[in-house]
């Protein structure tokens, strides 16, 4: 079976700064999906960022970036120029090849980003 | 488009009570799933649909049943709640199960038994 952990439960970073949230997963498969979630405390969970582990080079959407380690079965995401409206809850997920679109979440890291 | 929505959006039940989470979407999406949160955790699946009159088991699905009988709907049903079943329940849907399709969310049905 597939797991996700996260073991970073808290963190915060100072705005502007950058910071980067850790996730590892355990499987036996090749061909799979990583993605990072964002819940903001309105309880909205929005996509961030999505890997496929047959691309080596990483994911980037705008200020965030993955460091995709598929050897170490490692995915952390980076979040540069930390904004206020970066706080949020956020999940790393693991989706099998499969195509059911079934997602196993991590635990979570709470991100606080102060002024 | 409305997206995925989901009523109520909270709820306290009494111990063996029953009720029915509601769960639309308008974005004619075949696939519908269903999640709970249990707090400072991750979303676990519960059930999950790839279309009208397909259903299937997630990670949780004791305590729990689903249909779909519509593209639209997905409802979830508690038919003896428990203390156990308290969380946040949310319903999401996909055009596919693949990975480039993105998962849309509800915004959560907050459920309290007690």
Request: net charge positive; glycine share 6%.
């Amino acid at each position: 079976a597939q797991t996700v952990t996260q073991s970073q439960p808290e963190m915060s970073v100072q705005e502007a700064e950058t910071v980067t949230l850790s996730c590892t997963y355990d499987t036996s498969e090749n061909n799979y999906y990583l993605f990072w979630y964002k819940q903001p405390p309105s309880r909205q969970m929005i996509l961030v960022i999505r890997q496929e582990a047959y691309k080596q080079q990483n994911a980037t959407e705008n200020r965030f970036s993955v460091n995709f380690q598929k050897a170490a079965k490692s995915f952390s995401l980076k979040i540069s120029d930390s904004q206020l409206g970066d706080t949020a809850m956020y999940f790393c997920a693991f989706q099998r090849s499969s195509n059911t679109g079934k997602l196993i979440f991590g635990q979570g890291t709470t991100l606080q980003v102060k002024p | 488009n409305a997206g995925v929505t989901q009523t109520p959006k909270f709820r306290i039940l009494k111990i063996g009570q029953s009720m029915t989470l509601q769960c639309t979407q308008d974005m004619n999406h075949n696939y519908m799933y269903w999640y709970r949160q249990d707090p400072g955790m991750g979303l676990k699946l519960i059930y999950y649909s790839v279309g009208a009159g397909i259903t299937d088991k997630g990670e949780v699905p004791n305590g729990y049943n689903v249909s779909r009988s519509t593209t639209e709907d997905f409802p979830l049903r508690l038919e003896l709640a428990a203390p156990s079943q308290t969380s946040v329940y949310f319903c999401a849907s996909s055009y596919s199960g693949g990975s480039t399709d993105t998962q849309y969310f509800g915004p959560g049905t907050r459920l309290t038994v007690l």
